[in-house]
Antibody, heavy 119, light 113 residues
């Protein structure tokens, strides 16, 4: 079964760090487009970061320099290291992926993990 | 950055009737390979987003054929030819042409009249 399972969310103080994980089953993360998308409470979807099938990495301006996306092919897992967290980073974080090397839409999504940044 | 503008932001619908959502981009989404890098996603209440349409006009696997996507360049449309109760939720367009920054539209909330 194709599945993405996020974990690592929680309550953290401003300035703190969290590491989100997205465990993949049913296909390999290698050679796929994988992305993190977040949704603040009551708001719309916001793209956070992506790693392309080629390995190229991109970030939204709002997280550049603070967040780091990576994937571990041996663990078949996508990560998001989040440092210097701010209140405005509070959101549900979803990971999403393509099933192919070429881009045919983010066809698989996880259930999300909640990050709350508050003192 | 490319700005995505959806309209309307709220769409009351009657089951069995057609519905249409517009998504306009501030720059062309047409790649040199001939594809428009525009997707449509539906987020049903309490659920994760799901892919409906990719590359502007291609239905994702398992998506009912009442959903269709069209458009090119900067103007795109998602159409539902006969809305069903299970289609309720928030619809988002997403551009992935600009590699440095993907951008979602604001979302269109579809609800039963």
């Amino acid at each position: 079964e194709v599945q993405l399972v996020e974990s690592g969310g929680g309550l953290v103080q401003p300035g703190g760090s969290l590491r989100l994980s997205c465990a993949v089953s049913g296909f390999t993360v290698s050679g796929k487009y994988m992305s993190w998308v977040r949704q603040a409470p009551g708001k719309g979807l916001e793209w956070v970061s992506a790693v392309y099938s080629t390995g190229s990495i991109y970030y939204a301006d709002s997280v550049k320099g603070r967040f780091t996306i990576s994937r571990d092919n041996s663990k078949n897992t996508l990560f998001l290291q989040m440092n210097s967290l701010r209140a405005e980073d509070t959101a549900v974080y979803y990971c999403a992926a393509t099933r192919d090397y070429y881009y045919y839409g983010m066809v698989v999504w996880g259930q999300g993990t909640t990050v709350t940044v508050s003192s | 950055d490319i700005v995505m503008t959806q309209s309307p932001l709220s769409l009351p619908v009657t089951p069995g009737e057609p519905a249409s959502i517009s998504c306009r981009s501030s720059q062309s989404l047409l790649h040199s390979n001939g594809y428009n890098y525009l997707d449509w996603y539906l987020q049903k209440p309490g659920q994760s987003p799901q892919l409906l349409i990719y590359l502007a006009s291609n239905r994702a696997s398992g998506v009912p054929d009442r959903f269709s996507g069209s458009g090119s360049g900067t103007d795109f449309t998602l159409k539902i030819n006969r809305v069903e109760a299970e289609d309720i939720g928030v619809y988002y367009c997403l551009q992935t042409l600009q590699t440095q920054t993907w951008t979602f539209g604001q979302g269109t909330r579809v609800e039963v009249k």
